[in-house]
T-cell receptor, first 110, second 113 residues
Framework: RKEVEQDPGPFNVPEGATVAFNCTYS??????FFWYRQDCRKEPKLLMS???SGNEDGRFTAQLNRASQYISLLIRDSKLSDSATYLC???????????FGAGTTVTVRA | EAQVTQNPRYLITVTGKKLTVTCSQN?????MSWYRQDPGLGLRQIYY???????DKGDVPEGYKVSRKEKRNFPLILESPSPNQTSLYFC????????????FGPGTRLLVL
């Protein structure tokens, strides 16, 4: 079983729509959670960290559900520029290794 | 400009011919790591380094070597490349550990024939 699993999508949404997707992780000791964005096989870039209480950054909202071991990302008022692959990243607890999901592809159409 | 650089960006080689991919960061970061990315598998960590002369295996270290003789450099060495090492490779650095924002280099596309 993969440590971090994501729905690969693609999620095809019109501009202005809301899109949301989850990422599940297997290690209950995981402490740190992140969403990274990757454009077309370029380098990943941090989108946002995910905090226990949930957090928002503009049109992006991240949530953590420890009981069910998943994190979520919601994008409101989607823009064409939001088209990308979103990578879920989880720290495996007591060491400094990171586990990456395979990514969820979002395509926003005009 | 704060950045992570990798060279070469593209490389085609043949089985068994030793190669090195360089990685350098100018942010005085302690932590550096190497990943490979393959379709459907996401990024998998090859090796990481917490500081100079301190390296450790990631999830897929077989067939790779690294060294960290200077803080800014973290080269990835393939002593005898094989076709299953054809991949997109990313170097990354962060301030102190893998628990912080990772800054990635632009990637190296490697094809082993």
């Amino acid at each position: 079983r993969k440590e971090v699993e994501q729905d690969p999508g693609p999620f095809n949404v019109p501009e202005g729509a809301t899109v949301a997707f989850n990422c599940t992780y297997s290690n209950s000791a995981s402490q740190s959670f992140f969403w990274y964005r990757q454009d077309c096989r370029k380098e990943p870039k941090l989108l946002m960290s995910v905090y226990s209480s949930g957090n928002e950054d503009g049109r992006f909202t991240a949530q953590l559900n420890r009981a069910s071991q998943y994190i979520s990302l919601l994008i409101r008022d989607s823009k064409l520029s939001d088209s990308a692959t979103y990578l879920c990243v989880v720290n495996e607890g007591n060491d400094y290794k990171l586990s990456f999901g395979a990514g969820t592809t979002v395509t926003v159409r005009a | 400009e704060a950045q992570v650089t990798q060279n070469p960006r593209y490389l085609i080689t043949v089985t068994g011919k030793k190669l090195t991919v360089t990685c350098s960061q100018n942010m005085n970061h302690e932590y550096m790591s190497w990943y490979r990315q393959d379709p459907g598998l996401g990024l998998r960590q090859i090796y990481y380094s917490m500081n100079v002369e301190v390296t450790d295996k990631g999830d897929v270290p077989e067939g790779y070597k690294v060294s960290r003789k200077e803080k800014r450099n973290f080269p990835l060495i393939l002593e005898s490349p094989s076709p299953n090492q054809t991949s997109l490779y990313f170097c990354a650095s962060s301030l102190a550990s893998g628990l912080e924002t990772q800054y990635f280099g632009p990637g190296t596309r490697l094809l082993v024939l």
